[in-house]
């Protein structure tokens, strides 16, 4: 059975640092170019990074670049998210996410920032 489990998430004050975790089980994950998203409350799903399966190229959201790094383990079969300088407009949950022949999400991990 194909799964993405998050992890990592938690309450961090602004300007703190979080490193959320996918682990992935069922399939290889260097098949696939791997994403992260994140919903905050009140607002639809949104993209945030994502990285190419060889980790030759990664892409952001505006605002996050340059504080996110996304990157991954193939050989662990594991997608990571180091979020630096995060701020009160990062509270979401976090959701990892493969693209294939059939989409799958992870249960997604609750990252809260404090003012």
């Known amino acids: 059975q194909e799964q993405l489990v998050e992890s990592g998430g938690g309450l961090v004050q602004s300007g703190g640092s979080l490193t959320l975790t996918c682990a992935a089980s069922g399939f290889s994950i260097s098949s696939y170019p791997m994403t992260w998203y994140r919903q905050a409350p009140g607002k639809e799903r949104e993209y945030v990074a994502t990285?190419?399966?060889?980790?030759?190229?990664?892409n952001y959201k505006g605002n996050v670049e340059g504080r996110f790094t996304i990157s991954r383990d193939n050989a662990k079969n594991m997608l990571y998210l180091q979020m630096d300088s995060l701020t009160t407009e990062d509270t979401a949950i976090y959701y990892c996410?493969?693209?294939?022949?059939?989409?799958?999400w992870g249960q997604g991990t609750q990252v809260t920032v404090s003012s």
């Open positions: 996410f493969r693209r294939g022949r059939v989409d799958l």
């Open positions: 990285i190419t399966g060889g980790s030759e190229h990664s």
